[in-house]
T-cell receptor, first 114, second 114 residues
Framework: ETGVTQTPRHLVMGMTNKKSLKCEQH?????MYWYKQSAKKPLELMFV???????ENNSVPSRFSPECPNSSHLFLHLHTLQPEDSALYLC?????????????FGSGTRLTVV | DQQVKQNSPSLSVQEGRISILNCDYT??????FLWYKKYPAEGPTFLIS?????DKNEDGRFTVFLNKSAKHLSLHIVPSQPGDSAVYFC?????????????FGKGMKLTVNP
C-alpha cells in the first residue's frame, strides 16, 4: 500500500469511448499530479493541482480533462483518445512546501486505446 | 529539449559489485535532485535525494554525488544486490508556486546478476 491508489490498474478502450481514471491519496498531501509514461520516453508531466487549483497544464490535448474535487481525489477524464495515447498514466501527490522529498506515486493505470 | 538526461539505457553488474548510474541536467535553477526506482507494474518509489547546496548524500548502500559545475549527478549502489534490479529514474526539482515540479530523465534499467 503506497498511500496513493489508482483505479483501474488496466483499461482498454475504443477511440469513441469515454472513461475516467481515478486517483486517491491518504497522505494528507496538498498537491496532486498526473504523469504519462510512454515507452522509451521520460515521465511527462500532464497536470498539477495545488490546493485543488490547477496550476499547470503542459499543453495536453483537450481529450484529456482533469478534475480535482478535493485534496484527496484526482480524476482524469478521457474521451475520443487516439492509439498513441496508450501509455502508463501515473498519479502522484506531494506536500507542496516540503521541497526535495519528491512525490509519492500510485501504481499507475495501463491504458490501451484500440 | 530534455532538461534531465540519462544517456545509458541499461547497466548490468554482478552481485556484490558497485553500480554507478549517471545523470546530467541543463537547468542550473534546479534545487533538489532525486532518484526513483521502479519495478514492473508498480509506480516509481523515492530512493534518495540531494540538495543543490550539497555534493554528497548517503543512505545505507546508496550514495548520490552531485557535481554542480559539471551539472552531473550519480547514484552509487554498493554492494549491488539482485533485488536492486529495476528501472532507475533521475529527477530534478524546482519550486513552482505552491507545488514542487519534478522533471524526469528517461530512466535506466539496472540488472544485478547473482
Amino acid at each position: 500500500e503506497t498511500g496513493v491508489t489508482q483505479t483501474p490498474r488496466h483499461l482498454v478502450m475504443g477511440m469513441t469511448n469515454k472513461k475516467s481514471l481515478k486517483c486517491e491519496q491518504h497522505l494528507g498531501h496538498n498537491a496532486m499530479y498526473w504523469y504519462k509514461q510512454s515507452a522509451k520516453k521520460p515521465l511527462e508531466l500532464m497536470f498539477v493541482y495545488s490546493l485543488e487549483e490547477r496550476v499547470e497544464n503542459n499543453s495536453v490535448p483537450s481529450r484529456f480533462s482533469p478534475e480535482c474535487p478535493n485534496s484527496s481525489h484526482l480524476f482524469l477524464h478521457l474521451h475520443t483518445l487516439q492509439p498513441e495515447d496508450s501509455a502508463l498514466y501515473l498519479c502522484a501527490s506531494s506536500q507542496g512546501h516540503r521541497v526535495g522529498y519528491g512525490y509519492t506515486f500510485g501504481s499507475g493505470t495501463r491504458l490501451t486505446v484500440v | 529539449d530534455q532538461q534531465v538526461k540519462q544517456n545509458s539505457p541499461s547497466l548490468s553488474v554482478q552481485e556484490g559489485r558497485i553500480s554507478i548510474l549517471n545523470c546530467d541536467y541543463t537547468n542550473s535553477m534546479f534545487d533538489y535532485f532525486l532518484w526513483y526506482k521502479k519495478y514492473p507494474a508498480e509506480g516509481p518509489t523515492f530512493l534518495i535525494s540531494i540538495s543543490s547546496i550539497k555534493d554528497k548524500n548517503e543512505d545505507g548502500r546508496f550514495t548520490v554525488f552531485l557535481n554542480k559545475s559539471a551539472k552531473h549527478l550519480s547514484l552509487h549502489i554498493v554492494p549491488s544486490q539482485p533485488g536492486d534490479s529495476a528501472v532507475y529514474f533521475c529527477a530534478a526539482s524546482e519550486r513552482q508556486g505552491g507545488s514542487e515540479k519534478l522533471v524526469f530523465g528517461k530512466g535506466m534499467k539496472l540488472t544485478v546478476n547473482p
